[in-house]
Structures are given as C-alpha cells and as structure tokens.
C-alpha cells in the first residue's frame, strides 16, 4: 500500500518515527557498550595482535554500570495516596495485578542505561475489564511530543511476530487514535482501520533519565563516560608496565650468542629462501640457574624496577573524579575511607540523595500518567492528578535514629498516620498500624473501663427451714 505523505496522518507519523527509531539506536548501543561493556579498547599499537587485543581487554574496569546500579537501589514504588493522603486499594490492586513491584527495577535500570524507557497501557486482550501494563526498550518504542503543550503528541512500538512471522508497528496520534500496520515477509506494508482506543490520552508513557530543557535525555553515566574512558587507558598503561617492567630485567653485553641458520622452501618457486637466524638463549632466570659466558669481555646486570605508586594514586583520582561528576557516593570505592562515622556517610550521600530524589519527582509523574491509564482502561473516571506515589524512602538510616525520632515527634502530638509515613511505612502499612493501634486503644479502655466499676455480689436467698415446734415434748 502507498503511505499517505500528508503531515500529522498516522502514516506520516509512522514513517517520521521510523527514522528517528534507527537514528537513535546507534547512540543506543553505544551507551549499552558503556553500562555493560565491552568498552571500547584503548589506543594500542598500529597492528594490533589477536593477543595484546585480550591483553587490552582486561583493562577494562566499568564503573558506569555501578553508578546505574547505586541509584537503581534506592528506587522503589511503595503505594499511591489520594489527595487526602490516604492509600488507593483500588489503583494499588492494579498496579499488583500488573506485577509492577519486579516490573519497576528493569524499567528504572534501562532509563538510567539508556536515557529512556517505556510503559504501554491498555486493555487486557485475554481478561475483559483489567487493565495491562508492558514495559518496554527504547529500541522498539519512541514518542514524539507537541512543542507548545509538552504533551505526548504521537508515539510508535514496534515488534516482531514469531508465530506470524511479521513486522508489527502500532502508531499512536493524538489522545484516542491507533492505527496497526503489518508486514510479511516478501508483502507490502498493511494498515488497519484506524480504532479509537478510548484512554483520553497517549498510552505510551516514557521514563526518562533526568531529560533537559530542548536536549534528549542521557544515561546517568553520560558525564563520566570521559573519565571512564581514561581509566581504562590507565589501568592498560599499569598492566603493561607491570607485565614488563615492574620487576628487574636482566641484561647482558660482551657473550657471543650462537646463532643456527634457518631456511624454507618457497612453495610456488621450490627455491630456498634464508630466514633469520634463531639465536641461542642460554641464560634462563631460576633459583638454581647459574649463568656462564666463555667470552672475555661478558658483563651481566639488570634494569630497575619500575615504582608503581604513581599509577595507583592517578587511578584513585580518575575514581574520585568519575564518581564527583556523577553524584555517586565515594563510599561505594572505599580508596582510603577508614573509621568514618554515621554523619560522614550522611555528607558523602547529599548529592546522591538530592539525585535520587530528582529521579523519583521526574518518575513519579510518569507513574501518575501510568495509575490514569490504568483507571480509565477498567472503566475508572476519577482524576489522578493530585494523586501522588509514594517511594521508599532512599536514606540509609540507624533504626534506633528512626525509632528515636518518631518517639520525640509523637510525644509532641504529631499524629501516628504522620509518625508512620516519615518512619519510611508503605501506605499499605500505615493503614495497618494505624487500625491496629485503634483497634488496641479501644481494647485498653474497655479494660479499664470494666476495672473502675464496682463488683456486684450476685444475691443468694436463704432455703426456708421448717417450723419446729416444742409442743407436746
């Protein structure tokens, strides 16, 4: 079928995604080398053996992939509350049916990797009425948005079909159409009625990595990717001194070293050709090798050794540096961190929490546009948007420091539901202790109750005993 070229139709969204798709993916996997590796090698010599290439690749040293995995740690969806503070049941059964609880590492994982990843809602194909929510790589999914609004203006997913054996892109214009088109091997591209999906809004919700003001988001290791690059390069240069000049080389001038002709046959011409001669090497390095020379002038000795401290200092730094541009805690590389104290790690975590928390105000929102979605799919029409999630909380604090503070702040009448959020309790567990401490107040005043009332002494009447009479005795 011939696309239409008309701009703003879903056919001119689906090629315009397209190429913004393959543009995107060489970056893509660029950045995917630096979070998992393999690097890219340093510099070496101009023809580089099969040998000195393993040799170089044992200098790789990632860092990248633990400042993803440092911020991915302290990131974690614990419940959603209404306006009122109080926990949605409802939206949060949905998010457990979903299994967004082991769904949200990998999402939060490929963000901080890839500068981005997806969430796609809509309706349970196979279970009427539910809500489905799919996660999604940035390879196969992109979303274009309205320069003057912010708001997600059209989006594309792609994916392969193995049981049909085709290609498959689902285009999304505006807040309701959807158009499916399909390609078979060795057919044209088909398209699909244009439906109406009904969710008021673009399904495709994206999580970015920290996005700027008119650039595309980066990885969360895009500022140290420099330095990354030159730690590797020195550890190569640390490895290759080590390999051949951090110990004593031996040298020896005056011997006369025996030398045995070599030739070989040229196959094409059958005529002999002289090689190089193989030289004789009698002095092998060993504790019970002594080394003799019959030659009158033969002198033996050895180079210094080369003083590796230099490389390691350097090292320390290019750590230290990688992790300043990164707002990684330098804890996370012990380098010469010996007997620090609680508040020292307290004042190394302050950029890393301030970034963490940037991460959970940016995901946040997305999570909101998610919970909408959800709704709306299961024939939800409340307003999500002064819903907010609530995330653990990403300090890694002393619980007797936490008991201690929720002590002080309740014995100044704070109120318990208060206590139990700041102490770091999911919505969920709030609601619980706070009906369990209901439950045992109200326990604990019947008891007292019934204990300052008086004891009633049950009456017991007297039998009648018979009339005995004296007469007649």
Known sequence: MALDSTPGTPDWWLVQLRHQMHQRRRKLDEWWKWYKGP??????????????????????????????????????????????????????????QNRMDARQRPVFRTSLSLSESYLIVGPHPARPGRALVTPHHPRDTIVEYDPQTGERWASLHTWWDKIEQSRNWQVYVGPDLRVLYTQRQGKSVEASDPVEHGLGDNPVVPFGCRPELDADPEPEFAPGVVIQDRINMGVLNRMTTSRYTAFRQKWSTGHKFKKTPRFETDPATGLQIELPPQVEMPFVPGPGNVWVSEGENTRFGEFSQSDMTGFLRTHEADILD?????????????????????????????????????????????????????????GDDRDFSEYEVRWADP???????????????????????????????????????????????????????????????????????????????
Request: net charge negative; charged share 25%.
């Open 39 to 96: 690097h890219p090698l340093p510099p070496g010599p101009e023809k580089e053996s099969q040998a000195y290439l393993d040799f170089q690749r044992k200098a790789e040293t990632n860092f990248c992939g633990a400042v993803v995995r440092s911020t991915v740690n302290r990131l974690a969806v614990i419940g959603i509350t209404d306006a009122d503070g109080k926990s949605d049941e409802v939206s949060w059964q949905r998010w457990q």
């Open 322 to 378: 990688f992790f300043v541009q990164t707002d990684t805690p330098a804890y996370y590389r012990l380098l010469q961190l010996i007997n620090i104290g609680a508040d020292t790690v307290q004042a190394l975590d302050i950029n890393h929490l301030a970034k963490v928390k940037e991460h959970q105000s940016n995901f946040g929102e997305s999570f909101e546009s998610v919970f909408q979605l959800m709704a709306r799919a299961e």
């Open 395 to 473: 300090r890694n604090l002393n619980p007797s420091v936490v008991a201690d503070a929720a002590t002080k702040k309740r014995s100044l009448g704070y109120p318990l539901e208060i206590v139990a959020e700041e102490m770091g309790e999911s919505p969920q567990r709030v609601k619980r202790i706070v009906n369990a401490a209901a439950a045992e107040t109200m326990l604990r005043a019947g008891a007292e109750q019934a204990a300052r009332q008086p004891v009633e002494q049950p009456r017991q009447d007297l039998p009648q005993l018979p009339d005995f009479s004296l007469d007649g005795v």
